[in-house]
């Protein structure tokens, strides 16, 4: 019989060769497999399709019955039924919620409709077929459940105490019978403290807490707290802002260390920070009664007529509100002259004067030594701006080329006021061992902007062109400087 098949059909020889090498590379097609999802999952109330697929290359084959089941508790449990011969059977609980979407030989797949946490489990989808017997697949169905979100702040308020350190419980966020559990976080400045704790439901939910604790202070108040939730890819975030209630932080205002005698219309005004706001305030003298002449309006001391050796003293001033009482206080002193504009110098003034004065000199030495040098050049030739060495060659302004070259102009004075005020107070910001070029050459030193147009022993892109190329003379006995002296001070550099 083989060999007459085979003359009858030369190439089938060949075909059958290569059925069987395919066969053998590929033994899920050889034998027959059932193909499921693994792992399928849907939330609470959903509908979940569980695919079931059966390959089957021998005709010779045939089904005779698709079962789904459930695995619990390792006894099987029949969920559903197909039969080409006699039909579907849906078994209870189930009746309700699975169907099969396109009952055939090769598809078994259902769908189970409005899931509920008991239908996570363990399901197997079996092909009973004849004459090979039967064939299964299991797969995982994870039921997930969304988690509901909550923050919420003590209810109790939070109170500032000095010297305490008790953590108090500020806000709780709660996350509620999610599955997987939600992660939750905290997103803010304050320096708390948070504690988690998850519990876990019997029916397979998680409900995650965090409380969140802080050492109630000044600072915190009006902080935000942030709580935030991470469930799957959902975020969801809920804040509040602290309260934190703390007693009166005093000071005073209005006395400006010149209070001297016959000064009228001085006052002293008590400012708190307090939550909630201070209530009273309560002025006294450290040593004594107030003066008579006072009138107290709310937080506001007023003086009335000129300032006198009475008024002396060390102020207090007591701010109330809710939570306690705190003081601030003042060193009034009276002079009998007014004080020149801005603070005593003290040693660290007479430095910076010194500094200044020496400055001063040295910037008036290095004018007077480029003006001779410019005066030795002008006996080589007239045109002084030709022979300068090109290092020193400036691009001035036309329109002072042409005042240079006439009569000396009042614009060409200048006159550098050093406002005593600000210069010590920059002299005192200084420090006393920078070497006194570089304070002047510094770009950013407000100090060097004061003293405008020097010429500076370096290349200082602070040199004025009209100082170090002017053809005029240079009046260095006009520089004038008194260290010590509270007077305005004036630099005049002439030119003619
Ligand atoms: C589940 O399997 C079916 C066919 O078996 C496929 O079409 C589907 O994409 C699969 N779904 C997932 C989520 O893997
Ligand atoms: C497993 O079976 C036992 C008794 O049969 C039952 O008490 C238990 O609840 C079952 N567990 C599950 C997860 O169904
Ligand atoms: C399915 O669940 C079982 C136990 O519940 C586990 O052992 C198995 O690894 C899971 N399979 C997959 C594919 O997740
Ligand atoms: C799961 O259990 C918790 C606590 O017992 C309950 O609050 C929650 O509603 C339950 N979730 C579902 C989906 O039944
Ligand atoms: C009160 O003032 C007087 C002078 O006015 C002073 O001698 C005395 O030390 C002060 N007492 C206190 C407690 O400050
Ligand atoms: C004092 O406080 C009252 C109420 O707070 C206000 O109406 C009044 O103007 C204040 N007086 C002064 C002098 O600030
Ligand atoms: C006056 O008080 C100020 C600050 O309160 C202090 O710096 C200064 O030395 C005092 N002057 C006298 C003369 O006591």
Same mark, same amino acid.
């Given at each position: 019989?083989?060999?007459?098949?085979?003359?009858?059909?030369?190439?089938?020889?060949?075909?059958?060769? =290569?059925?069987?090498?395919? +066969?053998?590379?590929?033994?899920?097609?050889?034998?027959?497999?059932?193909?499921?999802?693994?792992?399928?999952?849907?939330? #609470?109330?959903?509908?979940?399709?569980?695919?079931? !697929?059966?390959?089957?290359?021998?005709?010779?084959?045939?089904?005779?019955?698709?079962?789904?089941?459930?695995?619990?508790?390792?006894?099987?449990?029949?969920?559903?039924?197909?039969?080409?011969?006699?039909?579907?059977?849906?078994?209870?609980?189930?009746?309700?919620?699975?169907?099969?979407?396109?009952?055939?030989?090769?598809?078994?797949?259902?769908?189970?409709?409005?899931?509920?946490?008991?239908?996570?489990?363990?399901? #197997?989808?079996?092909?009973?077929?004849?004459?090979?017997?039967?064939?299964?697949?299991?797969?995982?169905?994870?039921?997930?459940?969304?988690?509901?979100?909550?923050?919420?702040?003590?209810?109790?308020?939070?109170?500032?105490?000095?010297?305490?350190?008790?953590?108090?419980?500020?806000?709780?966020?709660?996350?509620?019978?999610?599955?997987?559990?939600?992660?939750?976080?905290?997103?803010?400045?304050?320096?708390?403290?948070?504690?988690?704790?998850? #519990?876990?439901?019997?029916?397979?939910?998680?409900?995650?807490?965090?409380?969140?604790?802080?050492?109630?202070?000044?600072?915190?108040?009006?902080?935000?707290?942030?709580?935030?939730?991470?469930?799957?890819?959902?975020?969801?975030?809920?804040?509040?802002?602290?309260?934190?209630?703390?007693?009166?932080?005093?000071?005073?205002?209005?006395?400006?260390?010149?209070?001297?005698?016959?000064?009228?219309?001085?006052?002293?005004?008590?400012?708190?920070?307090?939550?909630?706001?201070?209530?009273?305030?309560?002025?006294?003298?450290?040593?004594?009664?107030?003066?008579?002449?006072?009138?107290?309006?709310?937080?506001?001391?007023?003086?009335?007529?000129?300032?006198?050796?009475?008024? +002396?003293?060390?102020?207090?001033?007591? +701010?109330?509100?809710?939570?306690?009482?705190? !003081?601030?206080?003042?060193?009034?002193?009276?002079?009998?002259?007014?004080?020149?504009?801005?603070?005593?110098?003290? #040693?660290?003034?007479?430095?910076?004067?010194?500094?200044?004065?020496?400055?001063?000199?040295?910037?008036?030495?290095?004018?007077?030594?480029?003006?001779?040098?410019?005066?030795?050049?002008?006996?080589?030739?007239?045109?002084?701006?030709?022979?300068?060495?090109?290092?020193?060659?400036?691009?001035?302004?036309?329109?002072?080329?042409?005042?240079?070259?006439?009569?000396?102009?009042?614009?060409?004075?200048?006159?550098?006021?050093?406002?005593?005020?600000?210069?010590?107070?920059?002299?005192?910001?200084?420090?006393?061992?920078?070497?006194?070029?570089?304070?002047?050459?510094?770009?950013? !030193?407000?100090?060097?902007?004061?003293?405008?147009?020097?010429?500076?022993?370096?290349?200082?892109?602070?040199?004025?062109?009209?100082?170090?190329?002017?053809?005029?003379?240079?009046?260095?006995?006009?520089?004038?400087?008194?260290?010590? =002296?509270?007077?305005?001070?004036? =630099?005049?550099?002439?030119?003619?």
């Amino acid at each position: 019989m083989a060999p007459r098949r085979q003359s009858r059909c030369p190439g089938c020889w060949w075909t059958t060769g =290569v059925c069987l090498l395919v +066969a053998s590379l590929l033994p899920g097609l050889r034998a027959q497999t059932v193909l499921v999802n693994d792992t399928v999952s849907g939330f #609470i109330g959903t509908d979940v399709v569980l695919h079931c !697929s059966f390959t089957n290359p021998l005709p010779s084959v045939k089904i005779t019955q698709v079962t789904w089941q459930k695995a619990t508790n390792g006894s099987k449990q029949n969920v559903a039924i197909y039969n080409p011969a006699m039909g579907v059977s849906i078994l209870s609980p189930y009746k309700e919620r699975v169907t099969f979407r396109n009952p055939s030989f090769k598809d078994g797949t259902i769908q189970l409709s409005r899931l509920e946490l008991e239908d996570e489990g363990v399901y #197997i989808c079996e092909f009973a077929t004849f004459p090979t017997g039967n064939r299964e697949s299991q797969l995982n169905l994870t039921v997930l459940a969304k988690p509901t979100n909550r923050m919420e702040g003590t209810t109790r308020p939070l109170v500032a105490r000095s010297g305490k350190t008790e953590k108090i419980l500020v806000a709780t966020c709660m996350s509620s019978n999610g599955k997987p559990p939600s992660t939750v976080t905290w997103d803010t400045k304050l320096k708390g403290e948070a504690e988690f704790q998850e #519990i876990k439901n019997s029916n397979g939910t998680i409900t995650v807490i965090s409380r969140y604790r802080l050492v109630p202070s000044r600072e915190a108040h009006r902080q935000q707290l942030m709580c935030v939730v991470n469930y799957q890819l959902d975020r969801f975030t809920d804040s509040m802002t602290l309260n934190v209630q703390y007693e009166p932080e005093v000071t005073i205002e209005g006395f400006d260390g010149n209070w001297f005698l016959n000064r009228k219309d001085v006052k002293l005004t008590c400012k708190s920070d307090a939550n909630p706001p201070a209530t009273t305030y309560q002025w006294r003298l450290l040593n004594g009664s107030l003066p008579e002449n006072i009138e107290v309006q709310n937080n506001t001391l007023f003086f009335k007529g000129p300032v006198s050796y009475s008024l +002396a003293g060390t102020y207090i001033c007591e +701010a109330t509100n809710t939570i306690g009482t705190r !003081s601030g206080l003042v060193e009034v002193n009276v002079t009998d002259k007014p004080l020149p504009q801005g603070a005593p110098g003290g #040693i660290i003034g007479i430095l910076g004067g010194v500094i200044a004065a020496a400055l001063i000199i040295g910037v008036a030495i290095t004018v007077f030594i480029v003006y001779r040098r410019q005066q030795k050049s002008r006996t080589e030739t007239d045109n002084d701006l030709i022979d300068l060495p090109p290092s020193h060659k400036p691009v001035p302004p036309p329109k002072r080329k042409q005042e240079m070259k006439s009569h000396l102009t009042a614009e060409d004075i200048q006159v550098v006021h050093l406002d005593n005020m600000k210069q010590e107070e920059e002299i005192q910001k200084l420090p006393l061992q920078t070497p006194y070029y570089d304070m002047a050459a510094s770009e950013s !030193s407000p100090y060097s902007d004061k003293l405008g147009p020097f010429c500076l022993p370096d290349s200082s892109k602070r040199s004025s062109p009209v100082l170090t190329n002017a053809p005029g003379r240079i009046d260095t006995s006009t520089f004038t400087y008194l260290p010590g =002296v509270q007077r305005d001070r004036q =630099v005049r550099l002439l030119l003619d």
